[in-house]
């Protein structure tokens, strides 16, 4: 398995972390701990949401050294 497949692989991982920790339900499906009165069934939700943020920017910065000047206009 190639540099190119192993990095690919690590892209696809982070980018489908957010939606099966959202997607496993009975996990989070429980009113304690509560930080600040918020229910963890809550504030576990609103917690994906920058964190979801920050393992996009990674996968985007892994994936711009794969495919430069994908976005940019050429014609590679």
Do not use: C
Not at 42 to 58: D, K
Not at 59 to 75: D, E, I, T
């Amino acid at each position: 398995m190639g540099t190119h497949v192993k990095r690919i692989v690590l892209i696809a991982l982070l980018l489908a972390l957010p939606y099966f920790a959202m997607m496993w339900v009975p996990f989070y499906n429980r009113a304690a701990p509560e930080i600040a009165g918020i229910p963890f069934f809550y504030w576990y939700q609103l917690m994906w949401i920058p964190l979801g943020s920050v393992l996009l920017l990674l996968a985007y910065l892994m994936w711009r050294p794969v495919h430069p000047g994908k976005w940019r206009g050429s014609r590679d």
